[in-house]
């Protein structure tokens, strides 16, 4: 793996040779006359749920949401549940690496030397996930190419990297690491623009200066400076013309001092989701992950009175209603999240298009398990909200024992990639889903 | 410089034409009679006016049409007397009298023609100049590094390795060994690393320090097929006591992550970064083996323009150094069409260098700050904070701009950069923008033009000290003594600039003369026919430039540090490659030993086999690339820049020829003959050395003739039978030494040395020559003069 270090970033997103290009870049998307935009979120949240006050108890269109997917109701037509996906991928690592691991990628994990509670030792997923799939897809063609392609993010993300706190892959061996920092998610979408911004706000100065200094000097040196002056001048000029060409979407103003910690999930979750929208409003990536903890994770949300651990409280048995109780309400909270971001993207009408953004975006909630107890892969919760790939939404389908891969087919078709397999081949046997 | 370059294709172009028509042929048979002429009538420059400016224009620049080149060169007036009073004028019948082309040879000898007069010619005045790249890089290391303490490692040989026995997930659960291990190349097999460690899991870290040997990209390769990480040149992240990767403690960002195996299969990892010479970095290896078959962990680097090698022992050391702030932006490269890096020029990209470079800068020290600043986490009032921010930044710009900040430029700033609306880490940015790409940081002289002021004067002085040794600002020392009034004397600043010379940078900044003094930094690719010289190969060049290094630094850096030694000196040194490849005595272990040799044989630098090897073709020697190099750089001779290309062609020739008859062929005639009589005599007396620097007596299968008849600059012909001969003339030559001090004196100081006074350099010569020409001395003579040079003096023989 060749590790992109903070200086080489800077040198890619530096100002001077970068300043035209993205400029560039998005005056062209702006004019662009392209297909309708399609766009992904998948959205990860661990340890399972609780079936009972989760799945509907009906079938098709007509359906209740229960506890936990209440918050979904002014998105009801626009949601699509599927139970009875299961991840068949087997082979080393423990449940919920693999879980974790295998979840976007459907396939195996390499042999390796991270050892789980039980099972054998493993490594990285051995090929890439589906969001990076759909990404390199769309980046491949320049009708939907964009700045970025995929953006990752996380809440609470651990700071560890092991087949636990990595889903998304950009290929086998090569694990994404997910920004739970929500500025360094703005450095990366708009350094630039600061970086602009602080420029603009100094020259001046500057120029004032090397005049000051200028008339210290003789005749001869001052010729130096004065070059120099109309060099700051011209920078001068060029930061205006950028400036004139503004983002669809001016650059959130975030909360200052929020931080990565447990305490901060809440209002970290709620920038990620502002910079999410924002980035998508000026297409800046259409394809984007957002990652709740990790798989294990261990989210303590005293905000909801819960002074466990989320992945503690998931290994308590059934009858243990007190624990099922904070166990709803965890995932009740993570499913706010979903419609939090779901009703910004609703709210926000779709930039040179018709209809709202969210009738362009395609929302993919899941878990790395069916069940925390048991640790299942079956029954494997996948919620879609949102539109514009062709799904029929607004349904409950229940499809029993399916492997999850058929779901990344159905997927990669909807973006127009006809692609025969994805992940482990074996567990594509029977095409896409039928979800049209 | 000929480039190397030329040397892959096997063909050269250059030094083999037609020279300008005034340039006499020195090796002309009839010899000019001494007899005293008459005097001319007319003056020198009257008979140059009225018979030699309509062809070659007032000050020997040349017409177009009529004669075209300039009048530039380096035969004595003797010389251009005899061709004046045979050829010239060309349109006339009637040549120049005796008399008269003595009296005009004088007047354009003087005026425009020789060497002296050029030099007298081209600046006469201190030029302001920008910060070259390389003091661009090395002050802002410098600048950031003077915030907090800064820990350069000393000793070398290894880093300190740390061994732990695990157990599953607890990855150090207990230490049961401490060493030091030279180099990272293990090869565990299916074994344990120690006694009483496990073989199915342990762990090791390494800790310590990397040294830097030149500037430039670096890479690095981590190779394992188990878990490791590399960090380097980072700080222990906050709450991180010691970087163990089995906790939760955040973490600094790695430079390589192999941490997650994947099938016991080896894993490579490669990553680059820049890193300035002479300095050392932080480093730590963390290595873990889980239940894989076999362990084993190579850590490797790949120099600038040097072949990937394990990371020798030399270049580690167990101490740990602070992190050094390196800028990575690219900057187009410094003018250096007078022979030496001068910032006498500005364009608009090197000002968007700039100012992406500080950009780079600024966000690297605000995600530092807290560090940087001084502002621990127990100050929580955020107006003591941002108080602590302000104080931070008006130091970083004091000693940015090496004098205090004015109190209405603080004002202005504060009021500029402090507004309310923005958050004091965007408006630290701001203000670190200002200062880097300020005129008082990048012109360091611009600011201090007032020299009425003793302080300033001071100041200046003190600027002038960091930039000559060191290419950086003044350190703390300086500036105190510049604030105390103690740096005023020439002895004061002697005194200053001989503890300078002892830090790790000076030594930086003289070793990045060498390489440009002897083309050691032109980075071009020394492969040779690899069926001719089997064995050749990327590893053995990169230790004959390790061997030309070590040299020069044990010759410069001893007590007696004489410039002579680099030429006389009867050894080398080599490691067990370069012994056996070179046929020497063994040496054993990699580390390279002093090796001495025969002394007809060999002599210091000149025949040092990385300088033999870069001066050779593909297949063999060339006395031409030698010669060039020998007239130019070890002898200061002057050569005019050959008028056509002409390619040497090893096939046109006789197959049966030696080298040197080829050469003696190829450049026969007459005008050819002007340079390469110079040239030829010094290169043929190298030829009992082949194309990569070996001893031959043979070549071609004919006994080797390596004695040639040179004729020397003052005019004595001197036979020279062995490389001795030409090392102990050109020991002994004036013109050899004062091309030394001219060409330390320009990378020193950044200027032309006629800004100092048309005499600067004999002057520097006679000193050099009453302290046994010692370099450390000549250096220190140049610092002192250029540091406390006030007015420019104006040469009086300024056409």
Known sequence: MNLTTRRRFLGDAGLSAALLPFVTGLSSLQARSTPVKQRIVFIFTPNGIVPPDFWPEETGAKFTLKRILEPLAPFQEKTLILQGLSNRVRGDGDGHMRGMSCLLTGIELFPGNIQGGSDTPAGWASGPSIDQEVAQFLQSNSQTRTRFGSIELGVAVPNKADPWTRWTYAGPNQPIAPISDPYAVFERLYGQVKDRENLSSILDSLRQDLRRLSGKLSREDKVLLEQHATFVRAMEGDLAEVNRQKLHQPAPRLEAGVGTDNESMPKASALQIELLVNAFSNDLCRVASLQYTSSVGQARMRWLGIDEGHHSLSHDPDLNTGSQEKLVKINRWFCEQVASLASRLAATPEPGGTGSMLDHTTLLWTNELGKGNSHSHDNIPFVLVGGGLGFNMGQSLKLSGTPHNRLWLSIAHAFGHQTKTFGKPSLCEAGPLSLS | ?799
């Open chain 2, 1 to 799: 410089m000929v480039s190397v370059f030329h040397l892959i294709t096997n063909r050269t172009t250059g030094w083999l034409g037609l020279l300008g028509a005034l340039l006499f042929v020195a090796c002309s048979p009839d010899r000019y009679s001494k007899s005293t002429p008459r005097i001319s009538a007319r003056s020198g420059e009257l008979i140059y006016r009225q018979d030699c400016a309509r062809c070659h224009g007032d000050h020997g620049q040349g017409v177009a049409g009529k004669y075209d080149e300039t009048l530039h060169g380096e035969q004595s007036v003797d010389s251009l007397t005899r061709y004046i009073h045979r050829t010239m004028p060309e349109d006339r019948r009637q040549k120049a009298s005796e008399p008269d082309a003595l009296a005009v040879a004088q007047y354009l000898h003087a005026a425009f023609y020789s060497p002296q007069a050029r030099l007298r010619a081209t600046s006469s005045r201190l030029e302001l100049v920008r910060l070259t790249n390389r003091q661009f890089r090395e002050s802002i290391a410098d600048l950031v590094g003077s915030f907090g303490p800064m820990q350069q490692a000393k000793t070398g040989g290894g880093l300190v390795a740390e061994y732990f026995q695990s157990d599953g997930m607890n990855k150090k659960k207990k230490s049961i060994l401490k060493r030091q291990d030279s180099v990272v190349d293990f090869d565990f097999k299916n074994g344990s690393p120690a006694e009483d460690i496990s073989a199915d899991q342990f762990s090791i870290a390494w800790t310590g320090s990397l040294r830097v040997p030149e500037t430039g990209e670096y890479q690095f390769r981590l190779t394992t097929p188990n878990g490791a990480r590399l960090y380097l040149n980072t700080d222990l992240a906050a709450g991180d006591s010691n970087r163990r990767d089995d906790s939760d403690a955040k973490r600094e960002q790695s430079l390589i992550d192999l941490w997650v195996s994947s099938g016991g299969v080896s894993r490579q990892g490669i990553a680059q970064a820049f890193f300035l010479g002479g300095r050392t970095y932080p480093i730590r290896l963390d290595f873990f083996k889980f239940k894989e078959k076999t362990a084993s962990l190579r850590l490797e680097w790949k120099l600038p323009d040097g072949p990937w090698s394990i990371i020798p022992a030399a270049a580690f050391s167990p101490e740990i150094s602070t992190v050094t702030l390196v800028v990575g932006t690219a900057f187009p490269a410094d003018d250096r069409s007078h022979g030496y890096e001068r910032g006498s020029s500005i364009s608009k990209e090197w000002h968007q260098a700039v100012t992406k470079a500080a950009t780079e800068t600024a966000e690297s020290i605000v995600s530092r700050l807290t560090r940087l600043a001084d502002i621990p986490a127990s100050v929580t009032n955020p107006v003591d904070r941002v108080a602590r921010m302000q104080t931070f930044c008006a130091n970083f710009s004091s000693r940015a701009f090496r004098h205090p900040l004015s109190p209405s430029l603080r004002t202005n700033l504060m009021g500029r950069t402090f507004e309310s609306g923005i958050d004091p880490e965007a408006s630290v940015k701001r203000w670190l923008l200002f200062t880097l790409t300020s005129p008082r940081f990048l012109y360091p002289e611009a600011a201090l033009v007032d020299w009425s002021d003793d302080l300033n004067k001071s100041l200046q002085t003190a600027s002038r000290l960091g930039l000559a040794l060191w290419d950086s600002l003044p350190d703390a020392t300086l500036l105190e003594a510049a604030k105390t009034g103690t740096l005023v004397t020439s002895e004061q600043v002697r005194v200053q600039a001989e503890r300078m010379l002892q830090d790790p940078r000076a030594r930086s900044k003289l070793k990045d003369f060498f390489h440009h003094w002897l083309a050691m930094s032109e980075g071009g690719d020394l492969a040779k026919d690899p069926q001719a010289y089997p064995g050749f190969d990327p590893l053995l060049v990169a230790d004959l430039r390790e061997s030309l290094d070590q040299f020069v630094e044990e010759v410069v850096w001893s007590p007696k540090s004489d410039f002579r030694e680099l030429l006389l000196a009867d050894y080398l040194f080599l490691n067990r490659r370069l012994a056996a490849f070179y046929g020497a005595q063994s040496v054993e272990g990699e580390s390279f030993q002093r090796v001495t040799f025969e002394p007809e044989k060999r002599a210091g630098i000149l025949t040092h086999p990385f300088l033999l090897s870069t001066f050779s073709y593909h297949k063999s020697s060339s006395p031409i690339h030698r010669g060039v190099f020998i007239t130019r750089t070890i002898l200061g001779r002057f050569l005019k820049p050959p008028p056509m290309a002409i390619e040497f062609m090893d096939d046109r020739f006789d197959p049966t020829w030696t080298m040197r008859q080829k050469v003696t062929e190829l450049t026969g005639k007459p005008t050819c003959m002007a340079c390469h009589a110079t040239i030829n005599p010094l290169g043929f007396s190298l030829e009992q050395f082949d194309a990569v620097g070996r001893f031959r007596d043979r070549d071609n299968a004919k006994p080797v003739d390596a004695q040639s008849e040179y004729t020397a600059a003052d005019g004595r012909v001197i036979t020279l039978k062995n490389p001795r001969d030409l090392a102990v003339h050109a020991a002994q030559s004036r013109d050899a030494r004062m091309g030394f001090i001219r060409q330390l004196f320009q990378h020193t100081l950044h200027q032309s040395p006629s800004a100092y006074g048309s005499n600067i350099l004999q002057e520097l010569d006679a000193d050099f020559l009453k302290a046994d020409c010692n370099i450390q001395t000549l250096l220190v003579e140049i610092t002192v003069r250029g540091a406390l040079q006030r007015v420019p003096k104006k040469s009086m023989n300024q056409p």
